[in-house]
């Protein structure tokens, strides 16, 4: 007889107790005590905090904060914490800073920090018309946003601006509202979309459609970080590393799937920085990717070129909707201490510390692959990965991954064998 297969239909489980959820998915997979007891052991965020921060928690995963050194930004020098599963993302970015570092480091800069949100319209006849109806009420619109949020009003946020745009679609013309929206050190969500569904009941009745979605738009291209930076030609590595750098940025531009990797090589550096921070990396990941495809077509998210001296200079434009309060930010001890740590005091500053360490990556990523290729760096740290899922502990692991970069196989069958090796010759 089959062994009954145990039913996912937990009624109640997000009402439950932590403890008695991590029972009931113990029971549910199997887990031992062991693993139990891993689930329970929440790390450097209290469990009590961590189930007020999302729903059906039952357990932390602890993702390593590595400092990137060497970076002046604005004249600053600051240290970054970045937040990372992935090997040598860290060092790729200590590395840039160090070689533009005696030439001044970063400089960046910002739109603003407005967020857009929108309304949409539909079951309009005679949308143009609608359009218009719209507009005319800005100011009956400024107040009912205004209205929402007397503390973003009181710190110099608020409404600041209307778009109403009439787009085509499957479901026939629709009418879009954008409130746009000054929500200074937040990034904003909750406050803009408290505002759009406020004003949506009016929309309709000033229209008479129906309105349906009333959300944030995560193409927050009214809030562009920026930041720009010149690398010395001698401190690269000479006139021939620059021109491959170049030929590898130009790829990127030209073709899609290599602008894809490059740019995830970028929100390597950013996400980090904005996960340390307890901010919202899919917020900011769907915003880059937006905006690398806004002419159309996929491309580069930096841009390089080469100075009339020589020298390597890279510019990085994306939207940055990060703020120092709301979400995680304040809640998590550790996003607290990364921004304390940084020292900022504005989402600005924030969003174009982020943005550097985006063009510092991307500069490491575009030398290393126009020179040695990303294979022996990343081996190095890789194999000390391979040696940990081989087993080894201590002092094993660094030993086991120098035998297994020095044989150039890091694989795990190789690290079993070696490790075995390793254990009979000690
Ligand atoms: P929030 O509502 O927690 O905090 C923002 C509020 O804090 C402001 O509205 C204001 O009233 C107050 N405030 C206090 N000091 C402020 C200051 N110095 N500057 C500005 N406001 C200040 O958070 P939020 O920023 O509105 O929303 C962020 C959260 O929303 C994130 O957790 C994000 O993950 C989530 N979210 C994202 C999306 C999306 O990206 N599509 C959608 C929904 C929710």
Known sequence: MNQATPSSRLTGFHKQSVA???????DFAGLNAEERALLANTGNLPQDLANHLIDSMIGNINIPVGVA???RIDGRDVLVPMA????????????????CYDNGGFITSMSGT????????????DPEHARIRILERVDEIRAICDECDPILIKLGGGFRDLEVRVIDSRSGPMVITHIIVDTRDAMGANAVNTMAEKLAPSIAAWTGGRTYLRILSNLADRRLARVRCVWPVEAIGGAEVRDGMMLAYHFAEADPYRAATHNKGIM?????????TGNDTRAVEA???????????????????????????????????VGLVGGATKVHP???LALKMLGVTSAEQLAGIITAVGLAQNFAALRVLATTGVQKGHMALHAHNIAMMAGAVGGEVD?????????GKVRIDVAEAELKKLRAAA
């Open 20 to 26: 008695d959820r991590i029972g009931q998915v113990s």
């Open 69 to 71: 050194t060497n970076m």
């Open 84 to 99: 990372t599963e992935e090997s040598s993302v860290v060092a790729a970015v200590c590395n840039a800073g160090r070689q």
């Open 114 to 125: 407005r967020m857009i949100a929108q309304i949409q319209l539909v079951d309009i006849a």
């Open 268 to 276: 390597n550096g950013i996400s980090a920085v904005v996960m340390a």
């Open 287 to 321: 915003g880059a990717h937006a905006y690398a495809a806004r002419n159309g077509r996929y491309t580069s998210l930096t841009k390089w070129e080469v100075t009339a001296e020589g020298h390597l200079a890279g510019v990085l434009e994306l939207p940055m909707a």
């Open 334 to 336: 550790m996003a607290r």
């Open 399 to 407: 030993a086991l991954a120098k035998v297994l970069v020095a044989g």
